[in-house]
């Protein structure tokens, strides 16, 4: 890195810096962290945390919760940031929403129950003939989601369409009026740092129904912008999607506070600024 003029280093994730450790530090240049997610919860078993974070320059976390958890097993940091992943708001943008379209897009995985999606859109469905569900993603949950649907009776209306390009998700997103997720802890202790995914939503004007689980809460005003439910209230989930089915929700202004609030505090040229500002002072003061 000295023979590169390497001024700082990034790494991403919390657990790169972690396990790189020791050579990093020997180098002498400045080194940040950047926890997203996993790296702050599932993978928090390792000594090496608690070991070299206090000696980087210092850390980022693209949420509060997941400092937290690292302050929970003594691994904290006098210079931590927290600095949401972001999302680009020139391509994320709404358009003309087709009314009771539902979309959920993410890995179909334990972390994010798209088995419990699926299911209350499915029942909440039942008294709403023109919704309708787009799942994006791919993941070993995928064919048990299928078969919900297909006892639900909803194969029509529920449609699984795999990976898609970033620029489909974009087209999806804009044309959605709501987005759903359902995030809890999984069994490994796995959780969300900040979803892109729901960044992404916010971005492009869609009204997001999700669980009180990790840092959405922060991403979210809710009855403002969004609603939120305990994580494993699945009744709850179920209800607060047949409430947005009955069009006693102000889709389109929720859709406009959406999106100002992504314009103010989720945009990522201004993410990229505050991150380029930190990391220059470390440099100047090494």
Known sequence: MKNEGVDVVLCEFGSVGTALGRALLDSGVPVFCYFRGQDASEKLKSKRQRKYLPKFAGIFSVSRS?????????????????????????????????????????RLIAKKRPDITVRALCQAARSCDD?????????????????????????????????????EVCEHLAASEYFLQYSVTSPSGDTEGTPTSIQEALSAGCVVISTRHASIPDL???????????????????????????????????????????????????????????????????
Do not use: W
């Not at 999106?259 to 930190?278: A, F, G, M, P, S």
């Open 66 to 106: 997941l400092v937290d958890n690292l302050a929970r097993v003594g691994a904290t940091h006098s210079n931590t940031h927290v600095l949401p992943s972001g999302v680009d708001t020139r391509r994320f943008t709404p358009r003309e929403k087709t009314p009771n379209s539902f979309i959920a897009i993410g």
């Open 131 to 167: 919704a309708t569900l787009t799942v994006i993603g791919a993941g070993e949950m995928r064919n048990e989601c299928e078969e919900i649907v297909r006892k639900e009776g909803m194969t029509e209306r529920v449609h699984f369409l795999g990976e898609l390009s970033h620029q």
């Open 220 to 286: 979210i005003s809710e009855g403002e912008t969004d609603f939120l439910v305990a994580e494993r209230d699945e009744a709850a989930f179920r209800d607060r999607i047949a409430e947005a089915m009955s069009r006693r929700i102000d889709v389109e202004k929720m859709s406009a506070n959406s999106r100002n609030y992504v314009l103010e505090h989720l945009d990522t040229e201004k993410l990229y600024r505050q991150l380029e500002e930190i990391m220059s002072a470390a440099v100047g003061n090494a």
